[in-house]
């Protein structure tokens, strides 16, 4: 299967950077993910300009959002673009490994809170991928992850789809932000 030109190049040397050796929790695993982000952000937006020449319809905020949309695959799972050459998959599978044990710590500092609030039961992963702990970390965080991936974008950058933001009712203006402040939906 082929991949999108832009998951050949996707940004993610500070999620395969991190080091699990040291204290990683929601919060740090955060502040790595936004990294990631706002560097992604950055490269997209350095070769914005040089598409933009050769093709008008290359919409800025079009591309943060498949790369937003991407890195949240990535840290839910469900990535399924496993590389293209055995160097590339073996990254891969170190970043999802990587995330595997990051989500085990997350689980594990849940569960031995005196706040457990049925967290043991709804993240309970027999098979140590932890997916709906990492839907719900995405769901929690994905409003800061997309702050930082726009933030290069210029100030006038908009979505050229309509009605993109607010479940179909308003469109993203202004570096590609939703009045409301919603990660728009509409990729």
């Not at 699990?20 to 560097?39: F, P, R």
């Not at 009605?163 to 570096?175: H, I, L, R």
């Amino acid at each position: 299967a082929c991949a999108p030109f832009r998951r050949l190049l996707l940004c993610v040397r500070n999620l395969e950077n991190i080091n699990i050796n040291k204290k990683i929790n929601k919060d740090t695993l955060l502040a790595d993910v936004c990294l990631a982000a706002l560097h992604e952000g950055a490269a997209i937006r350095g070769d914005h300009d040089k598409y933009k020449l050769t093709n008008s319809s290359s919409q800025l905020c079009t591309m943060l959002a498949r790369s937003f949309a991407d890195i949240g695959d990535i840290i839910r799972g469900k990535d399924l673009y496993l590389g293209y050459d055995d160097e590339e998959k073996k990254r891969r599978k170190q970043l999802e490994n990587k995330l595997k044990k990051i989500f085990k710590n997350i689980y594990e500092e849940l569960t031995t809170t005196n706040a457990k609030n049925g967290a043991e039961a709804r993240y309970q992963d027999r098979t140590g991928n932890y997916f709906q702990l990492r839907e719900d970390w995405w769901a929690l965080n994905r409003q800061d992850i997309w702050k930082a991936i726009r933030c290069c974008a210029p100030t006038d950058a908009k979505y050229f789809i309509k009605n993109t933001c607010s479940e179909g009712k308003s469109s993203a203006e202004q570096k590609c932000r939703c009045i409301s402040g919603d990660v728009p939906t509409y990729f």
